[in-house]
């Protein structure tokens, strides 16, 4: 039976290939639950293949002045967008995600690739007057080889904004693609194919305990970023640790309170808080407000606006313009949001809208899951502790400022906040107080490149995004000219 989307192969070393053992990965439509493409499965051997591919390229791209380099990553963000009506299609199929909102995804990889090529110039050293006869200066150089491992929610969004910090440093990369969505992976290789030289870029797909592990260890690959799940984070931590001294980056997950004060204006709450929870995306991004804190004085207004926008979403096809949100990105995941639903409902918190598949032939079969909004959560719950990753919203009440500060800060994630409020005094105290990487005054949800992005605790380490993220591919090194 021929696939949709057919079988996509790797990228490695200019070329196409598929795993050396002739294994297949099924990819799944999540709408359908029809297997619509397959991608290889790598085997250990096939990340050497890629990482020595990777090794060989690698001098040659750093000699590269920032400003070849920086016209190539330019070429490329230019191919993505031009490529967008070839990958949206795919990429709402094989996510959930809904092609609506995936130009998005479009807007940001390509600017984040332009924003890197035009920071190159930044990746100097100093001079240092250590003494007053010699000459000491420090030098920023690639690692080398670096590893680059995705999460299934924006594949082709962080396929394309992963590899923009690497290469402009002057490293080489292997990136695995996430293999419930691995599909737009090649579509990538396609484009890096067409404008960077072979080996610069490879991209793999397979499973994350043996592909990516492979990545994770392999002695040639000494700098690696990870985004994905805390537990798998931390894995990669050990893995590391166990064959060497590594230098990670991790972008983790987050429970991400929506700070509501007294004199914010219920309407405007009311929308952000929807906004915030990317219902397009099922709620599945690390920085969806998955937690809004309402001060008592205005929850039974903002509560019953947000019951009734949060039930009118239409969901559909992910392809179909006109849907606004699709399924949850596969049956395990299923599994997991329908789980945490239930334990919701167990640990008392009160089921407003949702929690349940949508009534209709059309949702008969696939992952989904009505978008699903919980009232009186307390933070004993699991439901408002633990991510969700999917469309589903706590609610919680609070009248004292200490109250809600602490309540914000009693997960073991660090991510996000937003805090609406016109008073500058509470604004700049819970800016600072909070235990986040980032904190939105009186907004949500976007991300402002250039200004960094990162979790504090569990939620990750190092920064994206910004200048940080660019030297981070860097190892300096100290000269010293004895005159
Ligand atoms: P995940 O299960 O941790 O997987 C992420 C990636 O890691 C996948 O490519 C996975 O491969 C791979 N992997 C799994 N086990 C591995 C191992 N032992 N060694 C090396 N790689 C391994 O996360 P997910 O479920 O795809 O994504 C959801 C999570 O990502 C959420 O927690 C979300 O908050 C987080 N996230 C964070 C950010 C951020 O910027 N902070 C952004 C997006 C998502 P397989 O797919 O083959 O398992």
Redesign the pocket.
């Known amino acids: 039976m021929s696939l949709e989307f057919g079988d996509r192969l790797m990228f490695v070393g200019g070329e196409f290939v598929a795993a050396e053992t002739g294994e297949w990965m099924d990819s799944v439509n999540p709408a359908t639950e029809e297997v619509h493409g397959r991608v290889p499965a790598a085997s250990p051997a096939d990340i050497d293949r890629a990482v020595q591919a990777a090794a060989a390229a690698q001098p040659e791209w750093a000699a590269k002045s920032v400003f070849e380099r920086g016209n190539l990553l330019r070429a490329l963000a230019a191919q993505i967008r031009a490529r967008a009506d070839q990958v949206l299609p795919l990429e709402a199929a094989d996510t959930g995600n809904t092609i609506a909102s995936l130009g998005n995804d479009i807007t940001l990889a390509a600017g984040y690739i332009d924003m890197m090529a035009g920071l190159g110039i930044e990746l100097k050293g100093e001079t240092v007057p250590a003494t007053g006869q010699n000459i000491h200066f420090t030098l920023r150089q690639p690692y080398g080889v670096v590893g680059r491992?995705?999460?299934?929610?924006?594949p082709f969004l962080?396929a394309g904004a992963h590899l923009a910090a690497p290469l402009m440093a002057g490293n080489s990369v292997v990136l695995?693609?996430?293999?419930?969505s691995?599909l737009s992976g090649s579509v990538m290789g396609e484009i890096c194919r067409d404008v960077l030289p072979p080996g610069v870029i490879n991209i793999v797909s397979?499973?994350?305990?043996v592909?990516?592990?492979a990545?994770?260890r392999h002695p040639l690959v000494q700098r690696i970023g990870?985004?994905?799940?805390?537990?798998?984070?931390m894995?990669?931590q050990r893995?590391a640790a166990e064959v060497g001294i590594k230098h990670l980056s991790l972008?983790?997950?987050?429970k991400n309170p929506l700070i509501a004060f007294p004199d914010a204006d219920p309407a405007a709450i009311t929308k952000a808080a929807v906004a915030g929870m990317n219902f397009a995306w099922s709620g599945?991004?690390?920085?969806s407000t998955s937690r809004l804190m309402l001060h008592e004085s205005i929850y039974d207004e903002v509560v019953s606006g947000i019951v009734e926008h949060v039930g009118a979403i239409k969901l559909g096809d992910p392809r179909d313009p006109a849907s606004e949100m699709g399924p949850v990105n596969s049956a395990g995941?299923y599994q997991h949001v329908t789980n945490m639903i239930a334990v919701g409902k167990a640990d008392g918190a009160t089921l407003l809208t949702g929690g349940e598949r949508p009534a209709g032939e059309s949702f008969a079969k696939g992952y989904w899951v009505r978008p699903t909004v919980f009232g009186d959560v307390t933070m004993d719950m699991r439901i408002g502790r633990e991510?969700v990753?999917g469309p589903v919203l706590s609610i919680l009440k609070w009248r004292e400022r200490d109250e809600v500060l602490a309540m914000a800060n009693a997960t073991e994630f660090g991510?996000t906040a937003g805090v609406w409020t016109n008073d500058i005094g509470t604004a700049m105290g819970m800016a600072r107080e909070l235990e986040t990487g980032l904190v939105w005054i009186n907004g949500g949800g976007r991300h402002f490149l250039g200004t960094g992005?990162s979790?504090w605790k569990n939620?990750?380490l190092g920064r994206?995004e910004c200048l940080e993220e660019l030297l981070s591919y860097t190892q300096s090194k100290s000269v010293h000219i004895m005159l």
Do not use: M, W, Y
């Open positions: 491992i995705v999460p299934f929610n924006h962080f695995k693609s996430p293999d419930q691995p397979g499973q994350g305990p592909a990516g592990d990545i994770v990870f985004t994905g799940s805390v537990p798998t984070g894995r990669i893995s972008e983790l997950g987050g599945q991004s690390c920085g995941h991510e990753f991510l992005f979790g939620s990750g994206e």
